[in-house]
Protein backbone atom coordinates (compact mmCIF):
# COMPACT_ATOMS: atom_id res chain seq x y z
CA UNK A 1 0.00 0.00 0.00
CA UNK A 2 1.40 3.02 -1.39
CA UNK A 3 1.78 5.99 1.43
CA UNK A 4 3.55 9.70 1.07
CA UNK A 5 4.77 10.98 4.54
CA UNK A 6 5.56 14.84 4.59
CA UNK A 7 7.82 16.08 7.54
CA UNK A 8 9.40 19.23 8.38
CA UNK A 9 6.94 21.65 8.43
CA UNK A 10 6.58 24.40 11.17
CA UNK A 11 6.21 27.96 11.70
CA UNK A 12 9.08 30.74 11.19
CA UNK A 13 9.47 34.22 10.56
CA UNK A 14 9.26 36.27 6.69
CA UNK A 15 13.18 35.68 5.67
CA UNK A 16 13.45 32.72 7.15
CA UNK A 17 13.87 28.66 6.12
CA UNK A 18 12.66 25.29 5.90
CA UNK A 19 13.11 21.81 4.67
CA UNK A 20 10.46 19.77 3.98
CA UNK A 21 10.61 16.34 3.31
CA UNK A 22 8.54 13.25 1.68
CA UNK A 23 9.46 9.41 2.78
CA UNK A 24 7.72 7.36 0.21
CA UNK A 25 6.27 4.06 1.27
CA UNK A 26 4.87 1.54 -1.14
CA UNK A 27 6.14 2.97 -4.27
CA UNK A 28 9.38 3.27 -5.55
CA UNK A 29 10.54 7.22 -5.94
CA UNK A 30 12.67 6.45 -8.76
CA UNK A 31 9.65 4.71 -10.98
CA UNK A 32 7.69 8.69 -10.69
CA UNK A 33 7.75 11.81 -10.76
CA UNK A 34 7.23 13.41 -7.50
CA UNK A 35 6.43 16.83 -6.45
CA UNK A 36 4.86 19.31 -3.88
CA UNK A 37 1.83 20.62 -3.84
CA UNK A 38 0.44 23.22 -1.51
CA UNK A 39 -3.42 24.72 -0.26
CA UNK A 40 -3.26 27.95 1.29
CA UNK A 41 -6.03 29.34 3.58
CA UNK A 42 -9.24 30.24 1.38
CA UNK A 43 -7.19 29.23 -1.60
CA UNK A 44 -7.64 26.65 -4.50
CA UNK A 45 -4.82 23.45 -4.24
CA UNK A 46 -1.95 24.62 -6.14
CA UNK A 47 0.81 22.80 -7.53
CA UNK A 48 4.26 24.47 -6.85
CA UNK A 49 7.04 21.85 -7.66
CA UNK A 50 8.17 18.69 -9.33
CA UNK A 51 11.45 16.52 -10.27
CA UNK A 52 11.39 13.80 -12.75
CA UNK A 53 12.38 10.52 -12.64
CA UNK A 54 16.02 11.38 -13.87
CA UNK A 55 16.07 14.09 -11.50
CA UNK A 56 17.00 16.88 -14.30
CA UNK A 57 14.99 19.77 -15.35
CA UNK A 58 12.95 20.46 -12.13
CA UNK A 59 9.90 22.96 -12.24
CA UNK A 60 8.80 25.26 -10.13
CA UNK A 61 5.27 27.90 -9.82
CA UNK A 62 6.13 31.57 -10.47
CA UNK A 63 5.04 31.88 -6.90
CA UNK A 64 8.31 30.03 -5.45
CA UNK A 65 10.82 29.94 -8.04
CA UNK A 66 14.41 31.13 -7.16
CA UNK A 67 13.27 30.08 -3.17
CA UNK A 68 12.20 27.02 -4.04
CA UNK A 69 14.65 24.02 -4.32
CA UNK A 70 13.42 20.52 -5.31
CA UNK A 71 15.39 17.32 -5.00
CA UNK A 72 15.84 13.67 -4.29
CA UNK A 73 17.29 13.18 -1.22
CA UNK A 74 21.05 11.07 -2.16
CA UNK A 75 21.40 10.39 2.21
CA UNK A 76 17.64 8.71 2.23
CA UNK A 77 16.30 6.34 0.07
CA UNK A 78 12.54 7.14 -1.45
CA UNK A 79 12.69 10.36 -0.11
CA UNK A 80 12.21 13.77 -1.79
CA UNK A 81 13.63 17.24 -0.13
CA UNK A 82 11.79 20.61 -0.82
CA UNK A 83 14.35 23.43 0.67
CA UNK A 84 12.36 26.84 1.11
CA UNK A 85 14.28 29.78 1.78
CA UNK A 86 13.45 33.50 1.83
CA UNK A 87 9.80 32.50 2.63
CA UNK A 88 6.66 34.43 2.65
CA UNK A 89 3.70 35.29 4.79
CA UNK A 90 1.73 34.12 1.20
CA UNK A 91 3.84 30.77 1.33
CA UNK A 92 1.57 30.06 4.64
CA UNK A 93 0.17 26.58 3.61
CA UNK A 94 -0.49 22.86 4.56
CA UNK A 95 2.04 21.03 1.81
CA UNK A 96 1.51 17.94 0.04
CA UNK A 97 4.14 15.75 -2.01
CA UNK A 98 2.74 14.01 -4.54
CA UNK A 99 3.23 11.43 -7.31
CA UNK A 100 3.35 11.90 -10.89
CA UNK A 101 2.90 9.79 -14.03
CA UNK A 102 5.80 7.74 -14.68
CA UNK A 103 6.22 8.74 -17.98
CA UNK A 104 7.67 12.39 -16.55
CA UNK A 105 11.11 10.68 -17.08
CA UNK A 106 12.82 13.95 -18.31
CA UNK A 107 10.95 16.61 -17.95
CA UNK A 108 7.95 16.86 -15.35
CA UNK A 109 4.40 19.08 -14.86
CA UNK A 110 3.62 20.32 -11.69
CA UNK A 111 0.13 21.49 -12.57
CA UNK A 112 -2.40 19.96 -9.84
CA UNK A 113 -4.47 18.14 -12.51
CA UNK A 114 -1.44 16.22 -13.00
CA UNK A 115 -1.09 14.41 -9.63
CA UNK A 116 -2.41 10.95 -9.06
CA UNK A 117 -1.97 10.44 -5.29
CA UNK A 118 -0.63 12.80 -2.70
CA UNK A 119 0.08 13.03 1.18
CA UNK A 120 -1.62 14.29 4.23
CA UNK A 121 0.33 16.83 3.91
CA UNK A 122 2.25 19.12 6.99
CA UNK A 123 1.52 22.54 7.84
CA UNK A 124 3.79 25.61 7.31
CA UNK A 125 2.92 28.83 9.15
CA UNK A 126 5.51 32.21 7.92
CA UNK A 127 4.20 35.02 10.46
CA UNK A 128 5.99 38.08 12.39
Known amino acids: QRQLVESGGGSVQPGGSLRLSCEAH????????IGWLRRAPGKQLEGISC?????????YADSVKGRFTISRDNNKKNTVVLQMDSLKVEDTAVYYC????????????????????WGQGTQVTVSS
Open 51 to 59: ISRNGGNPG
Open 98 to 117: GILPSHMFERCDFAVDEYTY
Open 26 to 33: GVNLEDVG
